[in-house]
């Protein structure tokens, strides 16, 4: 894709302003029962965006094999 076509990431602000019906987290590993940096990150950034209101439901997806 050439740069007119990629669209920046949004900020809190701009996602605020949007009908989000959930936040969703996806899964990234755990290991010895603590997660991944990928997955703490991604954790994290949920959190965030929960606490700063863009949506009042979180939806956490974690599979365990």
């Given amino acids: 894709?050439?740069?007119?076509?990629i669209k920046p990431i949004k900020n809190?602000?701009?996602?605020k302003?949007?009908?989000?019906?959930?936040?969703l987290v996806l899964g990234a590993g755990i290991r010895d029962n603590n997660p991944?940096?990928?997955l703490e990150d991604r954790l994290l950034t949920g959190i965030?965006?929960?606490?700063?209101n863009v949506s009042n439901k979180i939806?956490?997806?974690?599979?365990?094999?």
């Avoid at 302003?17 to 936040?23: K, L, R, T």
């Fill in 12 to 15: 809190i602000e701009e996602l």
């Fill in 36 to 38: 991944t940096p990928m």
């Fill in 48 to 52: 965030e965006l929960y606490t700063n």
């Fill in 59 to 65: 939806i956490v997806i974690i599979i365990i094999i």
């Fill in 17 to 23: 302003s949007e009908e989000i019906d959930c936040i």
């Fill in 1 to 5: 894709k050439n740069e007119e076509e």
